[in-house]
């Protein structure tokens, strides 16, 4: 089937919900299209006989196809002809699916022209977080067995739970149970397997079910089963799970929705995704017909599984053929599916069309886009669709919130960070201990040491208990500042409370001592982290060997460089330019050809960085022979810095050029004009014989005074 080729606008405009106006609402659904150009997406058409049989994934996505140019249009004729317009594929898709709901209120908000904005962004600056987005799908599969809701521990089911807790070490529970047989129905299996499980009694809960099966009848249910594997694979037992799924008795009754479901889930959650697609497909295989859950589910494991939007599309689209029912879970998959792989503008057509058929979206769909926005620098859009949800109606969660502060975390805006926390708490939200991080990170980001110090206590003072992040976080802070005692003081206080310090706590901390020069303390630290067996990453390693070679502790660096090269980590470009600057500040510029020989034998190509710090270097030692030649290298290679760097090299060079092309001048001249015999032979005299004592160039005043 053919598709139409169109492009949408790089961003859309949003307004932050302290400058909302409602005169300035606008349509729903504003993006452009361009004129239809037809391509084939598939070699052979789609049966007709499908009640949506054109293959509708959006055409933006075929990396092959070039993007087309944008005409402005008012926004009234855009949606006039959207609407018109028989040949678009989704609007022709999702215009053969009946509303469900009739859609109020549908308005995108759009940012005023000349808008002054007291929410200034800063520059862009990264830092690594984690962010409160994802949907937890096994608990979809709770929901849908009735296991949210608390049961009662009384009678045979308090019996049975006193007995799994106290049971001794030497006894399984089925070896226990003798007591129960005929006293204990299939209900209250199931809910004894329920309280199990909350309670993380894991191995309880597999030598009951074992115990069910071996009973006279069998105790084992469709719904124990469904309650038993989502608790195995929050536990990491998916081979457990797989094992109990594979020899479930082949009765009619065991193939159900609703156990698939719980097994697909509990093996995600176990991370063994081709498990869980090996269950899927068995589960077509018995013509089991899937419901929303499962496609929800299934959506999110091709998502870990790497594979594209493109294929969660036609994944959708398949289920829709079958006649699944769209739900918040299955939005909710596919926005994520398609925000992981940035196609932002494509998850918001899915979200406004599917709101026009009734399907509207939730918080945790609003987070998801949010925090999608946020993380591409566009923060003016994420703000805008926080407005959008409160206009709607939709109360911000924890998450929205802590979207919010780590991207004004990472924009150096704490002041932004500490406005939010009011908000939040107006909204009848209390901070947690990630609101908080991102307060301390922010401040780490300006070089507030103090401010950063001040909202960990605070944090403290409120009765929230910190987590590795925040003490990274704060150790961070201290280090910017050149507080690299109070950086350990932090680090050893972690470890009083019991936390163990990640790998970025202690790259931090290495952080710290490197700029306060302490090598002694480095290598301490850098030995610390070998006997907890914790491996470094790229930027561990290029903080030893920069801490190391910068106090001229040149061999040490090299056994850095050794150590991290037996787990795979090998020196790269930024590792040999950090050597460089070391060996060049320390007078050792003759080593510099050596390194780059070494970058060649491991394929590393130079670049700006590299053939400036040389530069500089002989400059420094003023061999401009050496500088005039690399920096010719540089060129030649197209390794050229930013204008601004290149400028200040080349002004330094200039000068160094024209002295020398002056001398080089006369001394050319003095050859041209010998040859060309323009040049008068100096007369060879003989020599005064007292010369040796004549005395030249004797001043007047020294005269007079003689003869005075």
């Not at 009234?76 to 109020?104: A, G, N």
């Not at 949210?148 to 521990?153: D, E, L, R, T």
Request: net charge neutral; charged share 30%; aromatic share 10%.
């Amino acid at each position: 089937m053919a598709l139409t080729h169109q492009k949408l606008p790089p961003s859309f405009p949003f307004t932050p919900n302290r400058y909302l106006n409602p005169s300035h609402l606008k349509p729903y659904f504003l993006f452009r299209y361009t004129k239809p150009r037809l391509f084939s997406l598939f070699a052979a058409p789609l049966p007709p006989s499908s009640p949506s049989s054109s293959p509708i994934f959006l055409p933006f996505l075929e990396e092959e196809e070039e993007e087309e140019e944008i005409n402005d249009f008012d926004e009234e004729e855009e949606e006039e002809e959207l609407e018109d317009d028989p040949k678009d594929p989704l609007v022709r898709f999702f215009k053969s699916r009946t509303s469900t709901q009739d859609t109020q209120r549908e308005g995108r908000l759009t940012l005023q022209k000349n808008r002054r904005s007291s929410w200034h962004l800063a520059a862009d600056i990264e830092f690594k977080d984690e962010s409160e987005t994802g949907f937890e799908v096994e608990h979809l599969v709770e929901e849908e067995n009735g296991l949210i809701s608390s049961v009662g521990s009384d009678g045979i089911v308090g019996e049975i739970m006193k007995i799994a807790k106290n049971l001794p070490q030497n006894l399984t529970l089925g070896e226990v149970l003798g007591g129960f047989e005929g006293r204990v129905s299939e209900k209250e299996c199931v809910e004894v397997l329920g309280l199990m499980g909350e309670q993380g009694l894991f191995m309880a809960c597999l030598y009951l079910f074992e115990w069910m099966g071996l009973q006279e009848p069998s105790l084992v249910t469709p719904r124990a089963c469904s309650v038993l594997f989502p608790i195995l694979g929050r536990a990491r037992m998916g081979d457990k799970l797989m094992t109990l799924f594979v020899n479930l008795p082949p009765n009619k009754e065991f193939r159900d929705v609703h156990v698939y479901n719980a097994a697909i889930s509990g093996l995600m959650c176990s991370k063994r995704y081709d498990d869980a697609w090996k269950v899927y497909e068995s589960m077509e295989a018995n013509n089991v017909f899937p419901d929303n859950v499962t496609c929800s589910i299934v959506i999110t494991i091709m998502r870990k599984m790497g594979r594209t939007a493109k294929e969660s599309w036609d994944f959708f689209e398949r289920m829709n053929r079958k006649g699944v029912k769209w739900s918040q879970e299955v939005l909710g998959a596919l926005v994520k599916s398609f925000c992981d792989e940035g196609l932002k503008s494509e998850a918001l057509i899915i979200q406004t069309e599917m709101a026009r058929k009734g399907v509207f979206s939730n918080a945790i769909v609003y987070n998801t886009l949010i925090d999608a926005f946020s993380k591409s620098n566009r923060v003016e859009e994420a703000e805008g669709l926080y407005a959008e949800m409160r206009l709607k109606g939709i109360k911000p969660t924890a998450a929205s919130f802590n979207i919010l502060m780590d991207a004004y975390s990472r924009r150096m805006q704490p002041d932004i960070v500490e406005k939010l926390l009011v908000e939040m708490q107006d909204s009848g939200l209390e901070p947690n201990v990630k609101s908080y991080t991102c307060l301390i990170s922010g401040y780490a980001k300006k070089k507030m040491s103090d401010m950063a110090a001040d909202a960990f206590l605070r944090m403290k003072k409120h009765g929230i208990n910190p987590t590795s992040h925040s003490y990274t976080a704060l150790i961070h802070a201290y280090s910017v500042s050149g507080w690299h005692e109070k950086a350990y003081m932090a680090f050893e206080n972690m470890k009083k409370e019991r936390l163990k310090p990640s790998i970025e706590t202690y790259t931090a901390l290495l952080d710290a001592f490197r700029r306060a020069g302490d090598t002694q303390t480095l290598t301490q630290i850098w030995k610390m982290m070998m006997e907890e067996k914790i491996e470094g990453t790229r930027i561990t390693f290029n903080t030893l060997v920069d801490g190391f070679a910068k106090q001229g502790l040149y061999m040490e660096a090299r056994d850095v460089i050794s150590e991290f090269g037996k787990i795979g980590l090998h020196p790269t470009v930024m590792t040999y330019n950090m050597l460089m600057n070391a060996y060049a500040r320390g007078g050792q510029h003759s080593k510099l050809p050596q390194l780059l020989k070494e970058m060649a034998a491991l394929n590393l190509r130079p670049d700006s960085v590299t053939y400036s710090t040389m530069i500089y270097a002989y400059v420094r030692v003023r061999d401009f022979k050496r500088a005039f030649f690399y920096h010719k290298q540089m060129v030649k290679s197209g390794q050229v810095p930013d204008a601004r760097s290149y400028e200040k090299l080349r002004s330094i060079l200039d000068v160094k050029a024209a002295r020398k092309n002056r001398k080089d001048k006369s001394a050319i001249l003095g050859i041209i004009n010998s040859k060309m015999g323009m040049v008068k032979a100096k007369k060879k005299g003989k020599k005064d014989e007292f010369w040796k004592t004549r005395k030249r160039h004797v001043r007047a005043f020294n005269s007079t005074s003689r003869s005075g």
